[in-house]
Structure formats: structure tokens, C-alpha cells
């Protein structure tokens, strides 16, 4: 399975890293936040193949650039059906940013059909779990192979939804020394990442969306993750190519 990490900043872009965006196996988009639509084009990938999109939370920096994708998938003249997967007001947000840039989804040649979860789902070929959020809040797990936590704070049952798997993406938003903080603003820290991965007995863990102040303190997260996980750690970049 090859995952492309479009974007890989936290709350907001830098300048050289996107929003969260994940591309997995070039048909399914995890998230779709600020860049990813540029991420796309400059890898060439052709977005008729994107068949299915996966927005864990209507959060600006994990949706913003599903408007212009959209937008994008029209006027290049989309006619095959896209799935949409979110939380259950996903399909009202949609369509409000859509009407209020002036583009009605009845414009659109191709049909939009969107798939809203209020709580685990297990739907084949992924399954959905709701994580510690400020609004509801979906993780994502693909074939065991890896599972996706979105933003969240400190979530136990974590552990036994990414038991095994080998590549737990985790959020880590906040570095151990503001981890009150952190959790006070339902997010996570290096140590509580590790934690989960430990206890889920994971192969890889992948620290992700680190936010512009604290991206240049990339070894220090590696470093508080490594006292509590002594598997592989790495912190994700843009463009960043994995195979699993």
C-alpha cells in the first residue's frame, strides 16, 4: 500500500509543509486541507482517479482545499461519482462553502455521495473510529496496515483500534513540555503519541501535524517519543513517499 503525505503541518501551512492531506494508493484522499489540491497537480496525479475522500473533522486545516479540489474536478470535466466520508454534518458543510463561493453542487456533472458516520463503522476496506476532539472527530484504519488518529487528545481506545498495525500516524501538536496545554485544547504530545503506539504493539510510528512554531524543534519530538516507544519513529514531510 503507498501512502503520500501531501500535507503534513498542523493548523496551519508553513512554508514548506501543507495541511494534513494523506493520498492512499492514488483513488482514496485522507483529509484535504490547505495545499493539498496544489500537492496533487505537482505530483501530476490525475484527480479522476481520486474515487473516495475521507474528512476526519471539519476543522480549516484538515478541509479548506475541498472547495477548490471540487471546483477543480468539475471544470476539468469530472463525470465519474465521488464518495465523500465524514462526520454527520459533512455533506451541509460541503455544500455551504460550495454556495458560498458561488458554485451550486447542481452545476457539477458528476454526483457527490457522501457517507456520514456518528460512530465506529466497519465498512471493508476501512474502518472509522471516533477519537477526543472539540467536534466530532473520526480516525481511519486501512486494512490493518495503517490507522490514522486525525487530531485528538490522549484516546486510550486507540490502543485497541491500531492494535498491530504497523504504522500508527499520530497527531502531536504540542511538544511534552506544553502538554497540559495540549490536552486542554484536545490535542496530543510526543509522549502521549508514544504511549499509544506502545501499548498497540505497532510496528512505525509517525509524528504528524507539528504546527509552524514548533517544527524546528523536529529531534526534541522524536527524542520525548523514543523514552516510550522503541520502535521506528519518524516525523512526516510533505511529498513524502511510504509503501507498507
Known amino acids: 500500500m503507498k501512502l503520500v503525505f501531501l500535507g503534513t503541518s498542523g493548523s496551519f501551512p508553513s512554508k514548506n509543509r501543507m495541511c494534513p492531506a494523506i493520498l492512499v494508493e492514488d483513488n482514496f484522499l485522507i483529509d484535504c486541507g490547505e495545499g493539498a489540491l496544489h500537492r496533487l497537480l505537482n505530483l501530476n496525479i490525475d484527480l479522476n482517479t481520486i474515487e473516495e475522500i475521507f474528512i476526519s473533522h471539519s476543522h480549516a486545516d484538515h478541509i479548506s ?14 463525470k465519474s461519482k465521488l464518495t465523500i466520508y465524514g462526520p454527520p454534518n ?26 456520514k458516520f456518528n460512530t465506529a463503522e466497519n465498512l471493508g476496506e476501512f474502518e472509522i473510529f471516533p477519537v477526543a476532539h472539540s467536534i466530532p472527530t473520526f480516525a481511519i484504519k486501512m486494512d ?18 491500531a492494535k498491530n498495525c504497523r504504522l500508527l500516524i499520530h497527531e502531536t ?61 519518524f516525523v512526516a514531510r510533505d511529498l513524502e513517499i511510504l509503501k507498507i
Open 173 to 233: 501538536t504540542f511538544p511534552d513540555e506544553m502538554k497540559q496545554e495540549a490536552h486542554i485544547h484536545n490535542h496530543s504530545s510526543p509522549s502521549d503519541a508514544a504511549m499509544i503506539a506502545s501499548k498497540a504493539n505497532v510496528e512505525i510510528l509517525s509524528l504528524y501535524h507539528i504546527p509552524p512554531p514548533f517544527q524546528s524543534l523536529e529531534e526534541r519530538f522524536i527524542t520525548q517519543a523514543k523514552k516510550l516507544f522503541k520502535g521506528q519513529i
Open 90 to 115: 459533512i455533506q451541509e458543510i460541503v455544500e455551504s462553502m460550495l454556495k458560498l463561493m458561488g458554485t451550486s453542487p447542481e452545476k457539477f456533472h458528476f454526483t457527490i455521495q457522501y457517507r
Open 144 to 161: 490493518d496496515k495503517f490507522v490514522y488518529t486525525s487530531d485528538t487528545a490522549p484516546c486510550e481506545p486507540l490502543t485497541e483500534f
Open 65 to 78: 482545499s475541498l472547495p477548490m479540489l471540487l471546483w477543480t474536478m468539475w471544470l476539468q470535466g469530472r
